[in-house]
């Protein structure tokens, strides 16, 4: 891929002229927009592209957890903190890595290093991962290993060949987090595994573990056009 687009979002201008010269000494990032106001990064997120956010937790304006809640999975982040006990909140969002402040470049660049690597997972997309809170801990679940995920009121289920995980997320939050090369949304309710299709019938797909998944008559389409 080319460059990573980086914003970085700190209410301390010492902080941010810091980020800004380690951002530019890496060679794969980018300085796309820096700002002490999280509401400025917001509105500059919504019309512009980027894809990295170094993102300072503990801002008067608006939390940094609060910011991830708001954009959901649109940015992959670097959070920016004193405090290490927010790190775990952290990683039930979007998240690559944080760093403890003060930051040091090596520090930064092992970070930079961690979200080069994820984009290029984003890319190739086999034998990737992430991981999704459920029953009070964090999971890492394998692409590969999902044979669907189910709607279910303000929860999905991700059901996979050994074990299923309720999550608090929404099917389309789980659609845009899944390699579309081997998922497909084919029911307002439910995404299937492509790699797990036995057959497909008119209103139904038999994934290989005999599980029937139906087939909604608005999906059909792009489902058919997929497969092909």
Do not use: W
Not at 114 to 131: G, L
Request: aromatic share 10%; with cysteine; net charge negative.
């Amino acid at each position: 891929m080319g460059k990573i687009k980086c914003i970085v979002v700190d209410d301390e201008p010492l902080a941010i002229s810091l980020l800004e010269s380690y951002v530019r000494k890496v060679p794969f990032l980018e300085l796309a927009f820096s700002t002490e106001n999280p509401i400025e990064a917001l509105e500059f997120i919504q019309n512009n592209e980027s894809d990295l956010v170094f993102l300072d937790i503990q801002m008067p304006e608006l939390t940094g957890i609060n910011f991830m809640k708001i954009l959901g999975d649109k940015q992959k982040y670097i959070l920016t903190t004193t405090y290490s006990e927010y790190a775990l909140e952290g990683y039930e969002h979007n998240i690559v890595d944080y760093l403890l402040k003060p930051i040091s470049f090596e520090r930064f660049y092992k970070s930079a290093l961690k979200a080069q690597e994820r984009f290029t997972v984003k890319e190739n997309k086999e034998d990737a991962y992430f991981f999704v809170k459920s029953s009070g801990q964090q999971h890492r679940i394998n692409f590969g290993d999902i044979l669907y995920v189910e709607s279910i009121k303000d929860y999905v289920n991700i059901r996979t060949s050994e074990e299923e995980y309720i999550v608090l997320d929404t099917l389309k939050s789980m659609e845009q987090r899944l390699p579309e090369n081997s998922f497909a949304r084919i029911h307002k309710s439910f995404i299937i595994n492509l790699n797990q299709i036995k057959n497909l019938g008119s209103k139904k797909i038999t994934l290989l573990s005999e599980q029937e998944i139906p087939i909604g008559e608005s999906f059909r389409m792009s489902l058919l056009t997929k497969i092909k």
